[in-house]
């Protein structure tokens, strides 16, 4: 059974980085996509950054390019975002999440991910 483990979240100030982790288990990922959704209270969950697990390649949510990089080390299993500049609409609960790239797989799509991690908080304070 597949696993994602998130960590690396916690409380900032305003214009602070963080660097989240997701560890990956469980299943070959090869032919999967790895994304970051987040989602804030009363919000849709929304996708930040994806990365198929095969080739790297990368796609990302418009309003966050340049303010965060999403990238994998396929020896360790790990997925990573790094935050920058981070401002207080960015406060939300991040989720990695993993989806098989199949007919119909859409990165922004939360139900084209069938697996999921069960999130880390990210709190930024001005």
């Known amino acids: 059974q597949a696993q994602l483990v998130e960590s690396g979240g916690g409380m900032v100030q305003v214009g602070e980085t963080l660097r989240l982790s997701c560890a990956a288990s469980?299943?070959?990922?090869?032919?999967?996509?790895l994304a970051w959704f987040r989602q804030a209270p009363g919000k849709a969950r929304e996708c930040v950054a994806a990365?198929?697990?095969?080739?790297?390649?990368?796609d990302y949510k418009r309003s966050m390019r340049g303010r965060c990089t999403i990238s994998r080390d396929v020896g360790k299993n790990v997925v990573y975002l790094q935050l920058k500049n981070l401002q207080p609409e960015d406060t939300a609960a991040y989720f990695c999440?993993?989806?098989?790239?199949?007919?119909?797989?859409?990165?922004?799509?939360?139900?084209?991910?069938?697996?999921w991690g069960q999130g880390t908080q990210v709190t930024v304070s001005s």
């Open positions: 469980g299943r070959d990922f090869s032919t999967y996509a």
């Open positions: 999440a993993a989806g098989a790239l199949i007919a119909g797989y859409k990165t922004s799509n939360p139900l084209s991910y069938g697996y």
């Open positions: 990365i198929t697990w095969g080739e790297g390649s990368t």
